[in-house]
């Protein structure tokens, strides 16, 4: 599964062409608009189809905006793979990992709109444990702490709760815990997710 993310290839499978190309849709709409003033039949319109196939597809207006950024999170993920190879310090790369990610998100559009939303229903909606791309990440970040010698639960902990921390300063920015720059996400990392990480390492089965 590591390799396959690595390589750009999907973990969650082949995916539904069709759908995609609605939920292209429907992120150009969300990016020009705002996800709260887009509207469904704008979306069907940009996708050429009509909203009851719309709605068939790819649900509500809530189903797409988790959709759409749970695809964009997933797709980070993608990017920032290679920093994980197996064969550097994980401490070291889950620091790099994490400023990589920030900086991304400052200039990505979908996160620029995502702010515009209700960031509190839509951490829940992304986070939740049985959402398909958040198993898909926190399996990978899991596995690779295993590789470096971490117990199952161990690592599964870390990747959790790394996981959600990052997702909760991306949804909802601090003005006391700093992320805005590189060096400040990195002091953040390394004063809060390398202690997550070391106690992490003692947990056993």
Same mark, same amino acid.
């Given at each position: ?34 996800? &709260? $003033?887009?509207?469904?039949? +704008?979306?069907?319109?940009? *996708?050429? @189809?009509? =909203?009851?196939? #719309?709605? &068939? $597809?790819?649900?509500?207006? +809530?189903?797409?905006?988790? *959709?759409? @950024?749970? =695809?964009?999170? #997933? ?131």
């Amino acid at each position: 599964m590591w390799s396959q993310l690595s390589s750009g290839q999907s973990a969650l499978g082949d995916e539904d062409e069709e759908r995609e190309r609605l939920l292209d849709a429907a992120r150009v709409e969300f990016v020009a608009h705002g996800f &709260r $003033r887009a509207a469904v039949a +704008d979306i069907a319109k940009r *996708a050429n @189809v009509s =909203r009851q196939t #719309l709605n &068939r $597809r790819c649900g509500d207006k +809530d189903d797409m905006v988790s *959709a759409v @950024v749970g =695809r964009e999170v #997933l797709q980070f993920f993608v990017t920032l793979a290679p920093l994980l190879d197996p064969k550097d310090n994980v401490e070291d790369q889950v620091v790099e990992l994490f400023v990589t990610g920030m900086r991304e998100c400052r200039v990505n559009p979908v996160v620029a709109a995502l702010k515009e939303y209700e960031t509190e229903s839509m951490s829940v909606g992304l986070f939740a444990t049985e959402h398909g791309n958040y198993q898909a990440v926190l399996t990978l970040l899991a596995m690779r702490l295993m590789g470096d010698g971490y117990s199952e639960a161990g690592a599964r902990q870390a990747a959790e709760l790394i996981m959600r921390i990052t997702g909760t300063l991306l949804l909802a920015p601090s003005k006391i815990l700093r992320v805005e720059t590189d060096d400040e996400a990195r002091s953040f990392a390394v004063t809060y997710l390398v202690p997550v990480l070391r106690a992490a390492r003692a947990v056993t089965e």
